[in-house]
């Protein structure tokens, strides 16, 4: 039952874990659901693949090894762990860590679309390949990543999965030369917001001189 002093969006996420809970049929049932972390009015969202060893213990997404690396990027560039959202396409555990099929990414994905509804990040950052083809599905890793696009209203910087830079110098190059770029794109489209807004608003305001903005 959600305390009174949620706020909308916790109680939110907390209806759509307990919905997630409920539905039998989503697949790998015989492991637990890591449904996410992090802040839920986050401006900022990574999604990775799937839980891992460690992740279906504490249920808890990205805390074994390359949860380590991607706090220490994400601690690297000045954000906190707990000031982003970080959850994974694929909310239950596949066995011996294979891939996640299609059918387990189609089955889990109408739930990742109503958590990034709830949050509603200004960026997603899908990291590796799978989390990535899913919003950029003709996308591909080695080209695009660290690249910006369009999703709706959002944009999308796919990055390197963090598990393919403990294997590879050249990837952890390549992820930490995009993760710190990531606070000056944020910047960026956050100004971009507030110049279409103010250009919204000017047609009203040439009318209406003395009309005070909204948008101080
Ligand atoms: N790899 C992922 O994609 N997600 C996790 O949560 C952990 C490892």
Known sequence: MPQANYSPKEEALHNLKTEMEGNQSLPLQESNLVFGDGNPGAEVMFIGEAPGYHENLQGLPFVGRA?????????????????????????????????????????????????????NPKIIAPLGRFSMNFFLPTAKISRDQGKVFWWKDKLV???????????????????????????????KYEKFLEEKSAKEEAPEETEHKRQQTKLF
Not at 157 to 184: M, N, Q
């Open 157 to 187: 910087v796919p990055l390197y999965h963090p598990a393919a830079a403990l294997r590879s110098t050249t990837v952890k190059e390549e992820l930490k030369k995009s993760f710190v770029r990531l606070p000056a794109i944020l910047k």
């Open 67 to 119: 949860g380590k690396l991607l706090t220490v990027f994400v601690d690297g560039i000045g954000w906190k762990r707990k000031d982003v959202y970080i959850t994974n396409i694929v909310k239950r555990r596949p066995p011996e860590n294979r891939d996640p099929s299609p059918e387990e990414i189609a089955a889990y994905t109408p739930y990742l679309m109503k958590q990034v509804e709830i949050i």
